[in-house]
């Protein structure tokens, strides 16, 4: 069963279904998702106010933005510009992301990243705006899956 992210109409969906009362395994049946999603997706994005408590609620564009903001957290490159410019100088220079990821970790820097790291980058859409591809030494547009027979 493929997984896929809950997008900000589902978001919206729901928070207009929790505003009119209606129970968790409704709003399941009517976005096509199973119940325990929508609960995961409540119990992780329920925005909580201390000074003003009656705006406490699910929000969809409160938790759309939350969402996006952890998934960024998660990408060293795209945070931490010295070591993405580390990166793209050492792969212009030819080496290869598990070269990359060998010497950054021998060269001692604080941040170190892992060639799968590298590969996601330079297939992702800020890596492909730069052209990243083309530096690397099997050169494709897009990556095969690891594991494919």
Same mark, same amino acid.
């Given at each position: 069963?493929?997984?896929?992210? =809950?997008?900000? $109409?589902?978001?919206?969906?729901?928070?207009? =279904? =929790?505003?009119?009362?209606?129970?968790?395994?409704?709003?399941?049946?009517?976005?096509?998702?199973?119940? $325990?999603?929508?609960?995961?997706?409540?119990?992780?994005?329920?925005?909580?106010? %201390?000074?003003?408590?009656?705006?406490?609620?699910?929000? *969809?564009?409160?938790?759309?933005? @939350?969402?996006?903001?952890?998934?960024?957290?998660?990408?060293? =490159?795209?945070?931490?510009?010295?070591?993405?410019?580390?990166?793209?100088?050492?792969?212009?220079? *030819? @080496? /290869?992301?598990?070269?990359?990821?060998?010497?950054?970790?021998?060269? *001692?820097?604080?941040?170190?990243? /892992?060639?799968?790291?590298?590969? /996601?980058?330079?297939?992702?859409? %800020? *890596?492909? /705006?730069?052209?990243? $591809?083309?530096?690397?030494? %099997?050169?494709?547009?897009?990556?095969?899956?690891?594991?494919?027979?």
């Amino acid at each position: 069963m493929k997984r896929t992210e =809950l997008n900000l $109409a589902e978001r919206r969906t729901i928070e207009d =279904l =929790l505003h009119r009362k209606v129970n968790v395994t409704e709003i399941a049946r009517r976005i096509n998702r199973h119940r $325990a999603t929508i609960y995961r997706e409540i119990k992780r994005n329920f925005f909580k106010d %201390d000074e003003l408590p009656q705006l406490s609620g699910y929000y *969809g564009m409160t938790a759309q933005r @939350c969402t996006a903001e952890r998934r960024a957290r998660r990408r060293k =490159l795209v945070r931490i510009p010295t070591l993405r410019e580390a990166v793209i100088d050492r792969l212009q220079e *030819g @080496c /290869s992301p598990e070269q990359i990821a060998g010497r950054l970790k021998f060269e *001692g820097h604080t941040t170190t990243v /892992s060639h799968e790291t590298i590969y /996601s980058y330079v297939y992702s859409s %800020d *890596g492909q /705006s730069q052209e990243l $591809a083309r530096y690397l030494p %099997d050169r494709r547009k897009k990556r095969k899956p690891r594991h494919a027979a």
